[in-house]
């Protein structure tokens, strides 16, 4: 027995506690670093050890067929500088065919922050546009566009293992904006770009009464080239010359614009070459924006079935549901982010169910179809479902998309430095329903952000995404994510591999058996051979011999007098004719070329400008975190004991004192004392809130010395608007109180024209409000009242107060879910405020203004009517005061406008000076961390 009190010993069991201390230290100082390490960074950590380099790489990938130049301007620049309306609603458009329909289809996205991509079928309107925004003021950006161009850039500049392989129609500009590393397909070559227009907008930009609830871009295409059939034929020719290991195919929505007999006829074409592709050789579909019914049943029938991969967003994912008739088909439309990861699971496991490859039974229409993968990607999360041995590697081609998306919206580089993340944020949930039928929930670890659960022989991973908080670009980032999940994953065919093996022992066999016949010797029973010619396998087809691809350009080049055309004469600014690579003459005139001579149109943009500049007052020489915002409550928020919080402070007792000798009666007594059923009256209510809040404002003003130099900014809601002209010194209190008084009256007199109301709704991208209010509006006037049913407020996204008769609205309320809007509470008002039922009012308040001399602001003060700041002009200022009593209040816009007044993370300080913390709420809604620098100051 070896004794354990030896001296060797002894220093054995110090060697190991020398070892064990430090060791115990190092690990505890790593979960103390891990715990106290931002969320975002710790996801970043946690995807970088999930993400690895597969063992089986792509070397080669064929990319096509559609390549273009993105345009990138802001939207709400081109339909301002355009001047475009439409007095139809606001709906979806299979193709555009004008501005009108521009404008409709725009706003219908732009509502619900989702991307789109529709076809401008009118010559002379695209041609409008480009001339348009090739002015310099809206500053646009030129880009490589194209799914297929966007994927390759990607794959060129960040995989150098990879060689890319573009097929597409490539003019001089994204010749120039190419990687250099892609190959290029130089039968292809236009003597002119293809141009799509990128209208993006940012999170609450503001269009008129209508506010983007998230970040996104609106495309404007006119294509020629990339859905012609012999680019098509061009892209399958190319994939037997090139022999890639994997293939993308893209750009097949931009179909759409075509008659429907040439669209089918050219998916007929794709079909039928996906069909001769050599199975072992992988292919992924990227799919994008459609709207036409008939096209996506096509894709869905014809084309997903025959490839291996698909990659789709949430829009994608819940039209091809729509049209299939697959699970939750009725939510399309939906805004941007708001498809439920449960939802989402349903419809992806129904789709690679339906469309996707099933071995179990051969006798199925399932065995012959090939799908087995598909990357679903949204705003806040994304999921990877895979079916089958052949595709592995998925949660690093996951994460690694992942990872992507947040840096490239923000434009930021690969390092993970720290002021990159701060513009990263997390938006999900501690707890997530992931599968509805197996109960499956994820719970949020920062350190272990992916989930994967198996459901029958479908595999799920999800993880949530880190979204940019300022994006900067939103377009190609849905093609830079898959394309990078693609190249993480791997991709191997393992029976029809050794299906591949077995022929070749079958061949080595045969020859053996042959050679050994000579000698009068057999090795080979002929009854194994008979059994192994007997198994079922799937063989390559070998690439035929030909002429290199650069000698097709002579065929290419004598088909292009079928798009030639330009119609009624004007040149159009489409490609019109191929190029060759020798060609040295000049390339055809710009669209700014085309401007000279309209010197004066631009001078009078710039006057417009310079006008629109002097609407804001500047405080940049304040800083953001001392400026103050004032926002002041309308009535509705009225209770007992009201001033009693400031009725110590003399000047706050003063206004009432005056208010009570203007007024004839005691307005404190009522606001002190009630009684309630008085102080909830129209006139009442709106002088009580009107003169409180007035009173709070000065206490804090004694409480603030430095407010006044401090306040940059103030808005009031409704009768807020008033206490918000007098804190804004543009109206003394003594004019506002004649002018409240006048309105009170005006308003409650309106309201006994017919029993009225007001009710808050919620509706979503699938609700049809304007058809629910013109039935309703129609439903009160066959019934004898006014035909009134509008939108009276807007709060914030999708939340709104609807106001009309009490016939309009019991209608409108009886049919609200078949219209899908969401009943949230009826409010405690008895009149159809803000809406044409008080043109009567609007008209008092008007005459009332004119006899008053309005002063220019000191501050910035917003108007309800606008929803912007007011203009300088008196006279029209005066004028919108009043156009607000029957007109919708754009707080929503508002608040937008004051919320975006932030640098950065840093916001200025929002008083809510009144009774209430409504204004408070709706303020959290647009944005949570601006309410961490909210005050109330109650009354």
Known sequence: MFPFNTPYNHLLNWSLLCFLVPWFYSYYNEQHRLSSMPVEQAMLKAWDTVISQPTLKFRKVMVGINCNVDVIVSGISVVH??????????????????????????????????????????DMAFEQMVHAIEDKHLRAQHYIGGNAALMAQKIASSFPAATAYLVGPIGPRSQALLHPAIVRNNSTRIAEDELHLILEYKQGEILGEYVAPASSRFIVSHDQFSGSAMVIEMFFKAIMQFRPNLII????????????????????????????????????????????DQQVHDILERIIPNVDSLAINEQELNYLSKVGKGPFNERYPISAGTLHAYKAVEMLYWLLSMYGHDRS???????NQRLQRIHYYSLTYHIMVSKGPDWSNLAAGLAAGARLAGRQSCNLGSAGRTEDIDKLEIRTSQTVLLDKQIGKVYHFNPHSPLASWLRNDVVFIYTPVLVCKYPQHTVGVDDAISATALLYSQYFKLEKRVCKICFMIISILVITKGMSAVNGRSLLCPSLLVRVAQFRCVR?????????????????????????????????????????????????????????????????????????????????????????????????????????????????????????EFLKFDLLNLCLNGPKTNLDQTFYAQMATFVSCMAAFEKLKVEQPDLRDRLTDCAG??????????????????????????????????????????????????????RALKEASQFSHEHGEPPVCDVANYLFCH???????????????????????????KLPFYGAFHTRMMNGASQRVEHCLAG????????????????????????????????????????????????????????PSYFEVGPGRELGSILYQIGKKASHTYVNYPV
């Not at 139809?88 to 789109?116: I, M, Q, W």
């Not at 500047?618 to 400026?627: A, G, K, R, S, V």
């Not at 002009?873 to 937008?896: L, S, T, Y």
């Open 852 to 907: 008053i001399r309005l002063r220019a602001p000191r501050v910035n003060v917003y108007s309800n009517y606008t929803g912007k700041c007011h203009t300088r002009r008196m006279a029209h200022m005066g004028k919108d005061i009043a156009r607000q009593v029957n007109n919708p209040v754009k707080w929503e816009q508002i608040m937008q406008i004051l919320f975006n007044k932030r640098i950065n993370d840093e916001f």
């Open 799 to 825: 939340v709104k107060v609807v106001a009309g008769t009490n016939k309009a609205l019991g209608h409108f309320a009886q049919n609200a879910k078949h219209f899908k809007i969401q009943l949230l509470k």
């Open 81 to 122: 500088k355009l001047n475009i309306s439409s007095p139809n609603p606001v709906g979806d458009k299979e193709v555009l065919s004008g501005f009108e329909d521009l404008y409709e289809a725009f706003v219908h996205f732009f509502t619900r922050g989702a991307p789109a991509e529709r076809c401008m079928v009118n």
């Open 717 to 770: 809601f409704s009768v807020g608007e008033i206490c918000a002209l007098v804190a804004a010194e543009v109206l003394s209190f003594s004019d506002a109180l004649n002018v409240v008084k006048v309105r009170a009256q005006a308003m409650d007199e309106c309201s006994q024209i017919a029993p009225s109301g007001m009710i808050c709704v919620r509706t979503s991208a699938a609700s049809n409000l304007v």
């Open 540 to 660: 390559s087809r070998p690439a035929p011999r030909g002429p290199p691809l650069v000698d097709d350009g002579d065929q290419w080049r004598t088909a292009t007098n079928a798009f030639r055309t330009k119609r009624d004469g004007v040149g159009m600014a489409f490609p019109t004719s191929f190029i060759d690579d020798d060609d040295q003459s000049d390339p055809i005139s710009t669209a700014k070329e085309l401007l000279k001579g309209h010197e004066k149109y631009k001078a009078i943009n710039a006057v417009k400008e310079k006008r629109k500049l002097l609407l804001n007052l500047n405080f940049d020489h304040i800083p953001i975190q001392d400026q103050v915002v004032l926002m002041f409550p309308g009535h509705g928020k009225q209770h007992l004991q009201m001033g009693q919080k400031v009725i110590d402070n003399p000047s706050s007792a003063s206004l009432f004192e005056e208010a009570n």
């Open 249 to 292: 195919l893209s750009g097949i929505h931009g179909l759409e614009a075509q008659n429907q007999d040439m669209r089918l006829e050219k998916l007929r074409l794709i079909r039928r070459s996906l069909l001769q592709v050599n199975p072992l050789i992988p292919i992924h579909l990227q799919l994008g924006s459609m709207a036409d």
């Open 361 to 367: 039974n051969p006798d199925s229409k399932s065995y």
